[in-house]
């Protein structure tokens, strides 16, 4: 009687993760505090550029990059229309809002452009999603894929909402209480707080009954609905949640470059997020940013340092392509998973200190 | 297939389960043909036969995993027959699978969480549970029930594979079960563990019946009050134990087959 019986059953590759649910006590080690206050005094360190260009700009893309760790490392569902919807929530900001286009923009002050550009893009992912849900694995990549490159091709030649090419220019941003909020100092602390809010929402969600019960879904979901659950609902319910996140990012990209076109929301931009994530690692949030980090990095000063040793600069794509083709061959869960395997193998002579902590 | 007139007869209204006709194709293939049969609430029955008689194609179908291609279920007088599983647990039946189907890497407290969630309207909160939690404590009680406290922290790949038998019980017991359908749960179990699963099977609260699947006479002929035979996806014979037991065709067919 075993015609397909249980085949997708057994626990399979599902027993090699890092429990992701296991309790994590990290937030009491040493050293993520002293990234914290690292973070917090940033500015007391680094210059403008180093502050917007590099930190400002890694948390934004790992923020956009959070949003698909929690669908590929909880949900188990590899999503390729993050960044389409952190596009939609910074072209509903600038569309909404104020910009230089002002036969497009229709001048909503922020507090009014920017919730409705996050519901906007929530919403417009979470109907992406419940179409992705019907598929699995490459499918789901397939289908969200297409919902990418159908939006770019849309802005492209949509002038009446998208203006066309040329996108929309000269992006307001917000001034109230006095202060400009774009400028470098506290445009980097508006930045650190959502991170740090999204990330702290994905890390205690991962604990909570609808975070634990995605983790299970992914691992079985034919068992989950012998439990009650109703796995697509809970899998949609994760779109809607991960998209809210990714369109806030959206929204300081577009605060960030104050432009936005169809050259932000292209398909390229989109592998780029998930490059991040599984150069980072998808198994905890933290590796979205540790990912955005490297690339930015990569993006800045390989160019220099091509150009130095005499290459041509443009080729910096190809560093971290094999960056992210030895990542993917040596460390399949990433820099995190790297990270934590090495601190693995050091803490063995220390009775397993580090192992209940993943274990 | 049923009328209109069949599907709102009361018929079965007195039965936990009750399958019409119940039929399941897997192309050419009959895994089950015209399965009739009804259950009593609070029954307990084992179902028996020979690999491929069609026993977990039947749970298969009871709980939705796939639905039967013609026929129709009813639980607790309702028509199931299009329902998702989710929905069907949420109406108080459940089941075990005969190859563990567990959360590797989660603990065995947190397997049993989830279990007691899925059939909560808390399993879609987005808050942590409190200390106190009143699903924590149930999630606690079963795996006291099943005999797992020892190992309540640990990850369920840890396991031996008893303890992982033990726990795939206790995520049919969470919420408010009102049929259960389990399948094999004496595979591969030792002598002692075979023991203690009969007396977990035998201290269930009496409103609870299920339906088991047990190649071990030993274990289903002593929880059970009632038996089906089946063979070849068809049911060829019902009663008590004994006249299973001494029926000659039943001893020709499984009992004689190099099975018990």
Sequence with gaps: MSIAQDARLQPGKSAERPATAAPTRDFGHPAVWAVAVLLVIMPLIANGFFLIEIFGTSLILGIVALSLMFLAGYGGMVSLMQLTIAGLAGYMTAV???????????????????????????????????????????????????????????????????NGHTGINSVVTPHFLGIDWRA????????????????????????????????GVRDNPRRMATLG??????????????????????????WNYRQISPGSVGVERAIDILIIAVV????????????????????????????????????????????FLAIVLFSPDGIVGLWERLRGWSGQGKAQAGGERHG | MDSVAHRLSVGGAGAALELRGVTRLFGALAALTDVTLTVRPGERR?????????????????????????GTIRFFGEDVTHFPPFERIRRG????????????????????????????????????????????????????????AAVR??????????????????????????????????????????????DILTTLPSHI??????????????????????HNGRIFKEGPPADIESDPEVQELYLGGGHG
Excluded at chain 2, 155 to 180: C, D, T, W
């Design chain 2, 46 to 70: 084992a179902v028996l036969g020979s690999n491929g008689a069609g026993k977990t194609t039947l749970f298969n179908c009871i709980t939705g995993d796939f639905p039967p291609t013609s």
């Design chain 2, 209 to 230: 019946g299920y339906i088991i699947i047990e190649h071990d006479m030993d274990v289903a002929l002593r929880v059970v009050e009632s038996v089906t035979m089946m």
């Design chain 1, 96 to 162: 909404l809002g104020a910009s230089g286009n002002a036969n497009i923009s229709l001048g909503w002050p922020w507090w009014l452009a920017t919730p409705m550009a996050i519901a906007l893009a929530t919403l417009f992912g979470t109907i992406g999603g419940t179409l992705a849900v019907r598929t699995e694995g490459i499918y789901t990549i397939m289908i969200t894929l297409a919902i990418a490159s159908a939006f770019y091709y849309f802005t492209n030649q949509n002038w009446a909402i998208f």
């Design chain 2, 93 to 148: 039946l459940r089941r075990t699978y005969q190859i563990s189907a567990l959360f590797p890497g989660l603990t065995v407290l947190d397997n049993v969480y989830l279990a007691c969630c899925g059939v909560s309207p808390r399993r879609f909160s987005p808050f942590r549970p409190r200390s106190n939690d009143a699903l924590v404590q149930a999630a606690e009680d079963l795996v006291e029930a099943v005999h797992l």
């Design chain 2, 153 to 198: 922290g640990r990850r369920v790949a840890e396991l031996a594979h008893g303890q992982q038998r033990q726990l795939e019980i206790a995520l049919a017991l969470a919420g408010a079960p009102r049929f259960i359908l389990f399948d094999e749960p004496a595979a591969g179990l030792s002598p002692t563990e075979r023991r203690e699963l009969v």
């Design chain 1, 184 to 215: 470098d100092i506290a445009f980097y602390y508006v930045i650190l707080a959502v991170a740090a809010l999204c990330f702290g929402a994905v890390s205690y969600l991962a604990r909570a009954p609808f975070g634990l019960a995605l983790q």
């Design chain 1, 280 to 323: 980072g690692g998808t198994s905890r949030p933290i590796g979205a940013f540790v990912g955005a980090l490297i690339f930015v990095l990569l993006r800045t000063f390989t160019l220099d340092f091509l150009v130095a040793i005499g290459l041509d600069g443009n080729r910096f794509r190809l560093l971290i392509g094999l960056g």
């Design chain 1, 229 to 254: 659950f109703n796995v697509n609902a809970h899998r949609i319910a994760a779109y809607a949640f991960a998209s809210c996140i990714a369109a806030l990012g959206g929204v300081l990209q577009v």
